[in-house]
Every structure is written in structure tokens, then in C-alpha cells.
């Protein structure tokens, strides 16, 4: 992966053949996740390239990152049908928020308030659904679905956010 300064020109390669990787940067905390193929879930420093660390595993490959806003949280979105939500810092925990095994997670997105997670699934019988998931900091679970949206079989809808204003 390569990062390039737009008013230099200069060019930071980051990683080695990340194939397929998923990329999210924290403008708060000044850090880049990736997400690969092989299930990675890694922290980088975006200034120098440096790994940080590996803060996190799926079974099979990352689908999609995105930071919580303010950056205190990633969730990555695996291959295993499975949400993690990791927080990032010392003592950090995880959270593992475990989706119907025969849907596959298409997109994430946090609320602007960082409360609430949207996890965007499909399978192959019944189409495309959106679930939101209620998450405390305090604790590492989370609250069933607060609703799921059933989008008409034979429409593709794979990437939902959440508006400024909190709305779907």
C-alpha cells in the first residue's frame, strides 16, 4: 500500500502485497488500519509507516473497517460472519458481535455519536438486511438488533451510513 503527499509527491509504501486489503484512517488519533485477506486486522503509523501492532484476527478475510468517531474504536468486519470492535490503547478490550453464519457482512458504519453500529448483510436466500447494534463502552457486549430492515430480494444495497443527523 502506498500512501502519497499530494503537495510533495512523496510516496510511503506501507505493509508487503496487502492483496485485497481493506483501508480505514482515524483523522482524530492519526492512524491507519488495514484489514487483509488472510483475516489481519493491523495498526500503522501513517507518517512514518511503521506496524504499531496486530490488535486483531478473523477467521477468514476483513470486509470492511471503520474507526468510531473520535478513534477510540475500529470494528472490522470478517469473512467468519463476525463484527469485532476493538478498542485501541492500553488495557484495550474487544467485543465480538457474531452474525447468522449464512450472511455475509457487506459494510459497516458507525452513528456520529459513536453509539450505535450498522452492519450491512446479505445472503444468497433472503437479500440484503441492515441491523444496528446498540454498543456501551462500559461493556464488552452489545444489545440485540434495535432493528433489522429487510431490502426487497433482488435489490443489491451494499453500502448504508449513518447521516450527520443520526438517521439511516
Not at 485485497?20 to 488472510?38: F, H, K, M, N, V
Not at 483475516?39 to 477467521?59: A, F, Q, S, T
Not at 468517531?69 to 457474531?98: F, K, L, M, N, Y
Request: glycine share 12%.
Amino acid at each position: 500500500m502506498r500512501i502519497i503527499d499530494l503537495q510533495t509527491g512523496e510516496e510511503l509504501v506501507i505493509g508487503d502485497k496487502m492483496q485485497g486489503a481493506q483501508i480505514a484512517w482515524s483523522r482524530e488519533r492519526d492512524l491507519l488500519a488495514t484489514g487483509d485477506r488472510y483475516g489481519n486486522v493491523r495498526l500503522w503509523n501513517p507518517v512514518d509507516g511503521e506496524l504499531i501492532d496486530l490488535i486483531g484476527k478473523h477467521e477468514y478475510e476483513v470486509r470492511d473497517l471503520a474507526w468510531e468517531p473520535g478513534g477510540e474504536r475500529i470494528a472490522s468486519a470478517g469473512g467468519d460472519s463476525s463484527v469485532r470492535i476493538i478498542a485501541v490503547g492500553e488495557g484495550a478490550q474487544s467485543q465480538t458481535i457474531q452474525v447468522n453464519r449464512n450472511e455475509m457482512i457487506d459494510a459497516l458504519s458507525w452513528s456520529p455519536e459513536g453509539g450505535k453500529l450498522l452492519i450491512n448483510t446479505h445472503n444468497w436466500d433472503d437479500g440484503y438486511f441492515l441491523s444496528t447494534f446498540g454498543l456501551e463502552t462500559s461493556s464488552p457486549h452489545y444489545s440485540k438488533p434495535g432493528s433489522s430492515i429487510l431490502i426487497m430480494p433482488g435489490h443489491r444495497m451494499e453500502s448504508w451510513w449513518f447521516s450527520p443527523m443520526g438517521k439511516i
